[in-house]
């Protein structure tokens, strides 16, 4: 993770439209100078965008997943298992997989990865619920289109999620 400035970057004819887009896949290309906290941004080639869908819902799919993996990535440092994530999040959303269930497998991974997904919480759920989970664990967000769940078990997973989220950001997330 790296913060940076891309000089230009709000011009109409700028050299980087659509490549600094929130979930958006790119190549990079920046100057890192020693005790300065910002990168300068001097290329940037947007391959996949999560926006591709171009569905307002897909847009605050898209700002979730990527508020949320910027909480967690720690500044300057690598976390591929992160990366993986979000371009299978960028790609899932491209692909038009149900956003519902993207976001709670999401959530799922992205607390797991972290190793604060509540085991002992899991067994309170309903057995749609952990069916869903069990499917999770085992199949990529692309795969999600075809399990099936019910809405109560969405909304389950979806409070069990927010509140564990929230609790160790110390807020509600956007």
């Known amino acids: 993770k790296k913060r940076g400035v891309a000089k230009g970057a709000r011009r109409p004819k700028s050299k980087f439209v659509g490549g600094l887009e929130p979930l958006t896949h790119v190549r990079v290309a920046y100057f890192e100078k020693e005790r300065r906290e910002l990168v300068s941004l001097n290329y940037s080639e947007a391959s996949r965008s999560a926006l591709s869908g171009g569905t307002i819902e897909a847009l605050g799919c898209a700002s979730y997943f990527a508020e949320l993996i910027d909480e967690w990535a720690a500044e300057s440092h690598e976390d591929e298992r992160l990366y993986r994530l979000g371009v299978s999040m960028v790609e899932a959303l491209a692909g038009g997989i149900p956003h519902e269930a993207l976001t709670r497998y ?69």
């Open 106 to 174: 999401f959530e799922f991974w992205l607390l797991s990865l972290q190793g604060v997904y509540p085991a002992g919480r899991v067994q309170s759920l309903s057995s749609d619920a952990q069916a869903f989970l069990s499917h999770v664990r085992k199949i990529g967000p692309q795969d999600l289109a075809g399990v099936s769940v019910t809405r109560e078990a969405m909304r389950e997973l979806e409070a069990l999620h927010r509140s564990v989220i929230a609790m160790h950001l110390e807020r509600e997330p956007r």
